[in-house]
């Protein structure tokens, strides 16, 4: 199989995971868009019949961003996460009654053009995505008021009910991670990114360097800016 070109761009990097995505929702067997089929559970651990659902059956959830008609798509700040939080019933692929999940089948399977219902989920990635662009704000000596565009990135999209239950994943598939979130991510920063947080990846805990470091720490460097 053909490898898939790195994407250079933000717009070459959201236009690869609506690809991505559609074949994932069209998932029979084997890989798709290069990515293995990864093993494990992914529904939240007080969610009994969830919980033991496999990770594949998860609305993955590779980035996070507030697209709109009324704003250009720039960016102030680039934070990334290891990987989505456990799966909820909203975000299984199998029930029919979820509102996520019939808006990203109403769109296509677009990931981007079912993002903003994502957003809008009770216990969804909102409060995440609010907080980064409070601390953008912070960091940017910004209002309140004050509009910041931010783009969150998981190192791989999938729910798992604990970090450490993807660390292998992540290990084993490192080039993956490196060619479609490490690279596009540092050209998007060095390029796209205007002000003081261009050039610069936020992250955020021991953890996510413990990841880091496992897979190699030329990675490290690349998301320090050093390297």
Same mark, same amino acid.
């Given at each position: 199989?053909? @490898?898939?070109?790195?994407?250079?761009?933000?717009?070459?990097?959201?236009?690869?995971?609506?690809?991505?995505?559609?074949?994932? $929702?069209?998932?029979?067997?084997?890989?798709?868009?290069? $990515?293995? @089929?990864?093993? %494990?559970?992914?529904?939240?651990?007080?969610?009994?019949?969830?919980?033991?659902?496999?990770?594949?059956?998860?609305?993955?959830?590779?980035?996070?961003?507030?697209?709109?008609?009324?704003?250009?798509?720039?960016?102030?700040?680039?934070?990334?996460?290891?990987?989505?939080?456990?799966?909820?019933?909203?975000?299984? @692929?199998?029930?029919?009654?979820?509102?996520?999940?019939?808006?990203?089948?109403?769109?296509?399977?677009?990931?981007?053009?079912?993002?903003?219902?994502?957003?809008?989920?009770?216990? %969804?990635?909102?409060?995440?995505?609010?907080?980064?662009?409070?601390?953008?704000?912070?960091?940017?000596?910004?209002?309140?008021?004050? #509009?910041?565009?931010?783009?969150?990135?998981?190192?791989?999209?999938?729910?798992?009910?604990?970090?450490?239950?993807?660390?292998?994943?992540?290990?084993?598939?490192?080039?993956?991670?490196?060619?479609?979130?490490?690279?596009?991510?540092?050209?998007?920063?060095?390029?796209?990114?205007?002000?003081?947080?261009?050039?610069?990846?936020?992250?955020?805990?021991?953890?996510?360097? #413990?990841?880091?470091?496992?897979? %190699?720490?030329?990675?490290?460097?690349?998301?320090?800016?050093?390297?």
């Amino acid at each position: 199989m053909k @490898k898939t070109p790195t994407p250079r761009t933000f717009n070459e990097y959201v236009q690869y995971w609506e690809k991505w995505h559609k074949q994932w $929702w069209a998932y029979k067997s084997g890989s798709f868009m290069e $990515w293995p @089929k990864p093993n %494990g559970n992914g529904g939240h651990k007080d969610l009994l019949r969830l919980h033991s659902s496999p990770i594949i059956d998860f609305y993955p959830e590779p980035y996070y961003y507030r697209f709109s008609n009324n704003i250009p798509n720039t960016i102030d700040a680039i934070f990334i996460n290891i990987n989505p939080a456990a799966g909820g019933p909203t975000q299984f @692929k199998l029930n029919s009654t979820s509102p996520l999940i019939s808006s990203y089948c109403a769109n296509g399977n677009s990931y981007q053009k079912s993002l903003t219902d994502l957003l809008n989920l009770k216990g %969804g990635p909102n409060s995440f995505l609010n907080h980064r662009e409070k601390r953008t704000r912070e960091l940017l000596e910004k209002n309140s008021a004050d #509009n910041v565009q931010v783009l969150c990135v998981d190192l791989v999209p999938w729910h798992t009910a604990n970090q450490t239950d993807i660390h292998q994943y992540i290990i084993d598939n490192s080039s993956l991670i490196m060619d479609y979130v490490i690279k596009p991510l540092t050209r998007i920063s060095n390029n796209e990114v205007s002000g003081p947080l261009a050039k610069k990846i936020l992250i955020r805990g021991t953890s996510f360097r #413990n990841v880091i470091n496992a897979i %190699g720490l030329k990675i490290l460097h690349l998301l320090l800016g050093i390297g």
